[in-house]
């Protein structure tokens, strides 16, 4: 088993590639980077460099979910040492030569390795449980432990990312402070009520998240986001918060137990995300979702009077499950419809239906239960790959319809309904203007040469929504220009 992997690595600023077997001593934790950190425009992912107050210096990170891995380990108490990217790992799979990077090495307090990929579960593809699974038998014969960190509890994570902001030994170097913290909260304190029993909470609350991030104080960071009435107590006392369970810090578990139905990682791997309108499942029953902030959701339900639960408490419910959201938005009062005249009416329809269909997967006009076409299914494709699929249908139809066309009726649209969407919008402007259809609504044969080559200027306005298209059509005059007459409805 030691003869089928290889280590390649930096050592004292030149590369060496060397056996598994004879190279398992290395101390990886201080060895720099085999490969760079990138940073692309464009790029979904977001690298960067992380001061670690375990090591005293930066590491590198490939994504933001990296970078809350680093935030974890920095945080465990029985780290000592992070290496970012430290060896490349050689083995041969058949005929095919194969390598992979493991996204950290970790040194322990009692000596004992840990190596850590990250990824999220539902981004593990083929190949990529094939390099884990390569990973962890070369860990297991050199006696180093192997981890498969996903995506960390939102709402630990949140305190923790909070906490961070203070790591730096600066935030606690005020000696009394720190020493009057430590006496107020022997016995438990609201977080706000015990720094203001200290002392001027602008100075007191740095040393006091300090001391969270350090250990000396302890709260529950895994029921709650950090408010003035977080209990907090010393070190002394019980032992509470998602930091102390049994998984161990930042939710590194064996890749063995990730793969059930059941299991943490799959079920946290995609934060979910509610929006009004949605249906959900909370504390055992079917609500809908009225209003959604920062902190906060309303729900309603049938026989329950109006609820407002804390996005927190929502999120952690065991049952907790989005069902379904709205698939098409709200008509508008069918008369502010009929008052458009019936060429734009059926302009907005018609936009709306495609619209729909990008937003939300699902087009309106097909059986429910035929679900999405693949093109536009939203767990696999992105919104701007499911408006670029819009925009190369409708051209391949006969419409000349760009992306940014597609995009920005979308978020017109998005907010109200097919009243939001520009044929509205302008047909209402002009209305207010005297005229009863805009010259740039009707079908494009009609056109004269000049209106097709000038932009048409801007008529009066009227008050309200409708009238805050004129930059939009502008904007997208350029486009609709060279449309012929098979092409005026997307214009």
């Given at each position: ?10 050592d ?10 004879s ?10 980077p ?29 994504s933001?979910l ?6 974890l ?22 005929e ?12 322990l ?16 593809d083929?190949r ?17 432990e192997?981890a498969?960190?996903?995506?960390p ?14 790591r ?5 170097r ?11 909260f ?8 015990g720094?203001?029993e ?16 350090a250990?000396?104080?302890?709260a ?8 003035s009435?977080?209990?907090v ?14 998984r ?7 890749r063995?137990?990730?793969?059930g ?7 946290l ?22 209003a ?5 959701v309303?729900l309603?339900?049938?026989?329950e ?9 929502l999120?952690?419910?065991e ?9 098409r938005?709200?008509?508008?009062p ?9 060429h734009a009416?059926e302009?907005a ?6 619209i ?13 239960d035929?679900?999405?076409?693949p093109?536009?299914d ?14 190369a ?12 066309t597609?995009?920005?009726?979308g ?8 009243w ?15 005229r009863?259809?805009?010259r740039?609504s009707r079908?494009c ?6 209106e097709s ?11 309200g ?5 004129c930059?939009?059509?502008a ?17």
């Amino acid at each position: 088993m030691l003869g089928a992997f290889d280590l390649d690595f930096f050592d004292s600023g030149r590369r060496r590639r060397t056996a598994l077997g004879s190279g398992w001593g290395v101390r990886f934790e201080d060895v720099p980077p085999v490969r760079g950190f990138r940073w692309n425009k464009g790029d979904r992912s977001f690298a960067g460099w992380y001061y670690a107050v375990t090591t005293g210096g930066h590491v590198g990170y490939e994504s933001w979910l990296e970078r809350d891995q680093l935030i974890l380990l920095d945080f465990a108490p029985d780290v000592v040492g992070i290496a970012s990217q430290p060896f490349w790992l050689h083995w041969r799979e058949e005929e095919e030569k194969r390598r992979h990077a493991p996204d950290y090495f970790v040194r322990l307090t009692d000596g004992r390795a840990r190596v850590v990929d990250v990824r999220a579960e539902d981004d593990v593809d083929e190949r990529t449980a094939e390099a884990f699974v390569a990973t962890e038998r070369a860990c297991s014969a050199v006696g180093w432990e192997f981890a498969h960190a996903g995506v960390p509890d939102p709402v630990f994570m949140a305190n923790l990312r909070w906490l961070a902001r203070y790591r730096h030994g600066r935030c606690g170097r005020e000696s009394d402070v720190v020493e009057r913290l430590v006496e107020v909260f022997r016995q438990p304190h609201g977080l706000r009520a015990g720094a203001e029993e200290v002392g001027d909470v602008l100075r007191v609350l740095p040393a006091l998240f300090h001391l969270l991030w350090a250990g000396v104080l302890r709260a529950d960071l895994g029921d709650a986001l950090l408010s003035s009435g977080t209990v907090v107590h010393t070190s002394e006392g019980p032992v509470v918060g998602r930091q102390q369970g049994d998984r161990g810090h930042g939710l590194l578990r064996p890749r063995r137990d990730t793969r059930g139905e059941g299991s943490q990682m799959r079920r946290l791997s995609r934060p979910a995300t509610v929006g009004v309108g949605d249906r959900v499942r909370f504390a055992g029953q079917e609500r809908a979702v009225l209003a959604v902030s920062a902190r906060a959701v309303k729900l309603a339900a049938e026989d329950e009077p109006l609820r407002e639960v804390p996005l927190a408490v929502l999120l952690r419910d065991e049952g907790f499950e989005v069902l379904g959201s709205p698939v098409r938005m709200p008509l508008p009062p069918v008369s502010l419809l009929e008052a458009l005249p019936e060429h734009a009416r059926e302009k907005a329809l018609w936009w709306e239906d495609h619209i729909l269909e990008v937003l939300h997967g699902v087009d309106p006009n097909r059986d429910e239960d035929a679900g999405p076409r693949p093109e536009y299914d939203p767990a696999r494709h992105s919104l701007t790959a499911r408006e670029r699929a819009k925009a190369a249908e409708l051209t391949a139809a006969g419409y000349r319809v760009s992306v940014s066309t597609s995009a920005t009726s979308g978020a017109a649209t998005r907010p109200r309904g097919c009243w939001g969407s520009p044929t509205a919008d302008r047909c209402a402007r002009s209305r207010s203007s005297g005229r009863s259809t805009p010259r740039w609504s009707r079908p494009c044969g009609r056109r004269s040469r000049r209106e097709s080559t000038t932009p048409p200027a801007p008529g009066p306005t009227s008050s309200g929504g409708p009238a805050r298209s004129c930059g939009r059509t502008a904007r997208r005059w350029n486009c609709r220009r060279s449309q012929r007459s098979t092409g005026c409805w997307p214009s």
